[in-house]
C-alpha cells in the first residue's frame, strides 16, 4: 500500500471529479490519504473529508501565505478541529521567502505560534521551507519542535537542511520534483536520506511529477515519486512503498 502523506483533497480544481479521483488512486494502490489544512476553511474541509472518508487523515494549520490573515478565534476553532479524532498533524506551517505573502516577522511570529500549539496538542508538525531554511530550524530548536517531531514536507532543500532536520528527529518527505530532470542536487540528497526517514507525497493538485507534467497532480502519481526514489537507492518500488507506508503510518499514528 501507498501513502499520500500529503496533498490538497479540498481543492476546487477536483470539485468536479473529486471520488473518481480518489478512486483512480487507490486503483494504483494508494491505501491512504492525509489532506492538508492551509488555513480555517481548508482544515475545516480537510476534517470533514476525512470524518466522511475511513481511508483519509487530515492535518490542520495556516499556511506561512496565510498567517497575516489569522484572527484571535482562529487558534481556538483549529484546536477543537484537531480534537475531532481524524487530525493526524498540525499543519502546514513553516516560513516562505520566495513569496513573501505575508510579512517574513509575521511569518516568524506565528510559526511560533503554531508550534507551541502543536507541542500542546500533542501533534507531530508538517513543515513548510522556502528560502528560509536557517529561521525554520532555529525556530524548531528554540520551541522544541523536536518534542513532538514531524516531516518537511516536499523537500527541496540542499544538504545542510536535510541533516539538521533529520538531526532533530524530522522526517523528509519527496515529492514530484524528484522526477524532474534537472534536479540533479535533490537526486543526491535522497540517496544519503535513510529509507526510514522518508515519505511520499504529491502535494496535489501541485508538483505534478513526470510524465504527467502540465496536467493537474493527483494522488494516483505518487507512484512516480516511490519509483523514482527506489531508482536512486537501488530498490524495488515495493520496498520503498511498504517502508514510506510504515514511516507515514508511524509518525502520524495511522493505525
Given at each position: 500500500?501507498?501513502?499520500?502523506?500529503?496533498?490538497?483533497?479540498?481543492?476546487?480544481?477536483?470539485?468536479?471529479?473529486?471520488?473518481?479521483?480518489?478512486?483512480?488512486?487507490?486503483?494504483?494502490?494508494?491505501?491512504?490519504?492525509?489532506?492538508?489544512?492551509?488555513?480555517?476553511?481548508?482544515?475545516?474541509?480537510?476534517?470533514?473529508?476525512?470524518?466522511?472518508?475511513?481511508?483519509?487523515?487530515?492535518?490542520?494549520?495556516?499556511?506561512?501565505?496565510?498567517?497575516?490573515?489569522?484572527?484571535?478565534?482562529?487558534?481556538?476553532?483549529?484546536?477543537?478541529?484537531?480534537?475531532s479524532g481524524r487530525v493526524v498533524a498540525y499543519g502546514e506551517i513553516g516560513l516562505d521567502y520566495h513569496y513573501d505573502h505575508s510579512p517574513r516577522e509575521v511569518q516568524r511570529a506565528r510559526f511560533r505560534e503554531q508550534v507551541r500549539l502543536a507541542r500542546e496538542l500533542r501533534l507531530?508538525?508538517?513543515?513548510?521551507?522556502?528560502?528560509?531554511?536557517?529561521?525554520?530550524?532555529?525556530?524548531?530548536?528554540?520551541?522544541?519542535?523536536?518534542?513532538?517531531?514531524?516531516?518537511?514536507?516536499?523537500?527541496?532543500?540542499?544538504?545542510?537542511?536535510?541533516?539538521?532536520?533529520?538531526?532533530?528527529?524530522?522526517?523528509?518527505?519527496?515529492?514530484?520534483?524528484?522526477?524532474?530532470?534537472?534536479?540533479?542536487?535533490?537526486?543526491?540528497?535522497?540517496?544519503?536520506?535513510?529509507?526510514?526517514?522518508?515519505?511520499?507525497?504529491?502535494?496535489?493538485?501541485?508538483?505534478?511529477?513526470?510524465?504527467?507534467?502540465?496536467?493537474?497532480?493527483?494522488?494516483?502519481?505518487?507512484?512516480?515519486?516511490?519509483?523514482?526514489?527506489?531508482?536512486?537507492?537501488?530498490?524495488?518500488?515495493?520496498?520503498?512503498?511498504?517502508?514510506?507506508?510504515?514511516?507515514?503510518?508511524?509518525?502520524?499514528?495511522?493505525?
Amino acid at each position: 500500500m501507498l501513502i499520500d502523506s500529503h496533498c490538497h483533497i479540498d481543492d476546487a480544481r477536483y470539485d468536479a471529479d473529486r471520488e473518481a479521483m480518489i478512486q483512480r488512486a487507490q486503483t494504483e494502490g494508494v491505501g491512504h490519504f492525509v489532506t492538508i489544512g492551509c488555513d480555517l476553511e481548508t482544515s475545516r474541509a480537510a476534517v470533514a473529508l476525512a470524518q466522511h472518508h475511513p481511508f483519509i487523515s487530515a492535518t490542520v494549520g495556516v499556511h506561512p501565505h496565510e498567517v497575516k490573515l489569522i484572527q484571535d478565534n482562529w487558534y481556538d476553532e483549529l484546536r477543537t478541529l484537531a480534537k475531532s479524532g481524524r487530525v493526524v498533524a498540525y499543519g502546514e506551517i513553516g516560513l516562505d521567502y520566495h513569496y513573501d505573502h505575508s510579512p517574513r516577522e509575521v511569518q516568524r511570529a506565528r510559526f511560533r505560534e503554531q508550534v507551541r500549539l502543536a507541542r500542546e496538542l500533542r501533534l507531530p508538525i508538517v513543515i513548510h521551507t522556502r528560502e528560509a531554511q536557517e529561521d525554520t530550524i532555529t525556530i524548531l530548536k528554540e520551541e522544541k519542535g523536536g518534542e513532538v517531531g514531524g516531516v518537511f514536507h516536499c523537500f527541496s532543500g540542499d544538504a545542510w537542511l536535510a541533516k539538521d532536520a533529520l538531526d532533530l528527529g524530522f522526517y523528509l518527505s519527496f515529492s514530484g520534483v524528484i522526477t524532474f530532470q534537472n534536479a540533479t542536487m535533490l537526486h543526491d540528497i535522497v540517496k544519503t536520506v535513510p529509507l526510514d526517514r522518508i515519505m511520499v507525497e504529491t502535494d496535489a493538485p501541485y508538483l505534478t511529477p513526470v510524465p504527467h507534467r502540465g496536467k493537474r497532480n493527483e494522488s494516483a502519481y505518487v507512484r512516480h515519486v516511490a519509483d523514482k526514489i527506489a531508482e536512486l537507492h537501488g530498490l524495488t518500488t515495493q520496498q520503498v512503498e511498504d517502508a514510506t507506508s510504515q514511516n507515514t503510518k508511524r509518525l502520524f499514528r495511522i493505525k
